[in-house]
């Protein structure tokens, strides 16, 4: 004869058995779409990068290749690509990289309308 515990823990090993697998199923589903999550937002990051890069070469470059890296800078500060993290530095790097290049005209839309973009730096005036 079987003791009566015995029996209990049978029959809630039984009952919760498939409960636990669920729950573990749940766990890593989560686990994996956290994982992508944090994927997609490197290579989001990464391309990004790619393109700041290659926008700053072309700026520096010389005249042919200004207007490319310029656009290429001004788009991505609207594109969904660009992260909120980034924003700050993008458009910080932006700024420098134009209007030293090109002047004051080709930033001053990017940023808010009322305000005002100033050329040089601050230990010339």
Do not use: C
Request: avoid cysteine; glycine fraction near 8%.
């Amino acid at each position: 004869m079987i003791p009566t515990w015995l029996q209990v823990v049978g029959v809630v090993s039984t009952v919760l058995s498939p409960f636990l697998a669920l729950g573990g199923v749940a766990l890593g589903a989560w686990l994996v779409r956290k994982s992508d999550r944090e994927l997609d937002t490197w290579r989001h990051r990464e391309e990004t990068m790619r393109m700041v890069r290659w926008a700053v070469e072309q700026i520096l470059e010389g005249e042919s290749g200004t207007d490319a890296g310029v656009v290429t800078l001004r788009s991505l500060m609207r594109s969904e690509l660009l992260q909120p993290e980034d924003y700050d530095l993008v458009a910080a790097l932006t700024a420098a990289v134009t209007i030293d290049r090109v002047g004051p005209a080709a930033y001053a839309d990017i940023a808010e309308a009322n305000t005002e973009v100033v050329e040089g730096d601050s230990a010339n005036g």
